[in-house]
């Protein structure tokens, strides 16, 4: 569906009196959608799906997501956190897992930020490059 520049900017300003502090208010973002349904101004299919997506890309954008093929020390968990909170800010929900398909090393996802360096990465790097 193409949206309209007027439904994209009416999708942003309803997001930003979403944001308190820097956060994402998940009250506000009820209320919000719950009084535009309520109201159906022209065109509120295209406000409220662009609305979605930009509150799914700051949900993502807050979230971390740390694989590795082993399971991590509890120091290192703390100074991977630490790292991450420090280049991305508070607030971040951070997840570790076990890939054990990695052979080795860590992939951590934050966002669409993608820091790969798994062995896993490398080979296929390696195999792209001959």
Avoid: W
């Amino acid at each position: 569906m193409k949206i309209s520049k007027q439904a994209r900017r009416e999708a942003k300003e309803l997001f930003r009196s979403c944001v308190a502090e820097g956060f994402l208010d998940e009250n506000r973002v009820r209320q919000v959608v719950q009084r535009v349904l309520a109201a159906k101004p022209r065109g509120y299919l295209a406000i409220l799906s662009h609305f979605e997506r930009l509150v799914r890309l700051d949900v993502q954008r807050r979230s971390a997501l740390i694989e590795s093929a082993t399971p991590l020390s509890p120091s290192l968990q703390e100074a991977l956190k630490t790292g991450l909170t420090r280049r991305y800010g508070p607030g971040l929900s951070i997840s570790f897992s076990q890939q054990p398909a990695l052979i080795g090393g860590l992939r951590i996802q934050v966002g669409s930020d993608v820091y790969d360096g798994s062995v896993q990465g490398r080979l296929e790097a390696l195999q792209e490059s001959f």
